[in-house]
T-cell receptor, first 115, second 116 residues
Framework: KAGVTQTPRYLIKTRGQQVTLSCSPISGHRSVSWYQQTPGQGLQFLFEYFSETQRNKGNFPGRFSGRQFSNSRSEMNVSTLELGDSALYLC??????????????FGPGTRLLVL | AQSVSQHNHHVILSEAASLELGCNYSYGGTVNLFWYVQYPGQHLQLLLKYFSGDPLVKGIKGFEAEFIKSKFSFNLRKPSVQWSDTAEYFCAVNPRGGGSQGNLIFGKGTKLSVKP
């Protein structure tokens, strides 16, 4: 089976712009979670989608949003980018989702640099 | 708030040395526990997991971890490390039920450097 894929892999934006990241889960997986990884804060949970519904949300401002499509692919959007949004954004998929105790499998990430 | 602590930020070992990386979590209820590894330039990979049953779990590449409920710990061990084990290791906890969010909570990670 193909793993979790994320596009684009690298992105450079300027402050104030908005960005959309895409994630395709492992075939058959219905849950997609997003995480932000930075050297200072480590890995922090953004949100989880399961069957097109946001099921869990981390402690991030409303500028961070996401959605999931009927084929389980997911996108996350960050509006009005700030310098502090520079990070590696990771997507993870699982069969049951975290509430179902499912194991999450991670993609390679999208590295976002905000100038 | 729930949290995961990894005691060592950076561990340096020589090949064939034994490894133990500490992980403690703060949550009084049922948890699923994971160790993930991130090799240089690669994405996070699952090393091993514990859901229930035997508290000593074995993972890939000779790694194992022991869940000690009374100590809220899930330490990672390997009897003899290799240069190829150089990577960053993350402990993660998934609190279950009781109104928990159910998401994965990660520790800050431990960088392991193995000298050949």
């Amino acid at each position: 089976k193909a793993g979790v894929t994320q596009t684009p892999r690298y992105l450079i934006k300027t402050r104030g712009q908005q960005v959309t990241l895409s994630c395709s889960p492992i075939s058959g997986h219905r849950s997609v979670s997003w995480y932000q990884q930075t050297p200072g804060q480590g890995l922090q949970f953004l949100f989880e989608y399961f069957s097109e519904t946001q099921r869990n949300k981390g402690n991030f401002p409303g500028r961070f949003s996401g959605r999931q499509f009927s084929n389980s692919r997911s996108e996350m959007n960050v509006s009005t980018l700030e310098l502090g949004d520079s990070a590696l954004y990771l997507c993870a998929s699982s069969l049951a989702g975290t509430e179902g105790g499912g194991t999450q499998y991670f993609g390679p990430g999208t590295r976002l640099l905000v100038l | 708030a729930q949290s995961v602590s990894q005691h060592n930020h950076h561990v340096i070992l020589s090949e064939a040395a034994s490894l133990e990386l500490g992980c403690n979590y703060s949550y009084g209820g049922t948890v699923n526990l994971f160790w993930y590894v991130q090799y240089p330039g690669q994405h996070l990979q699952l090393l091993l997991k514990y859901f229930s049953g035997d508290p000593l779990v074995k993972g890939i590449k000779g790694f194992e971890a022991e869940f000690i409920k009374s100590k809220f710990s899930f330490n990672l061990r390997k009897p003899s490390v290799q240069w190829s084990d150089t990577a960053e290791y993350f402990c993660a906890v998934n609190p279950r039920g009781g109104g928990s969010q159910g998401n994965l909570i990660f520790g800050k990670g431990t960088k392991l450097s193995v000298k050949p």
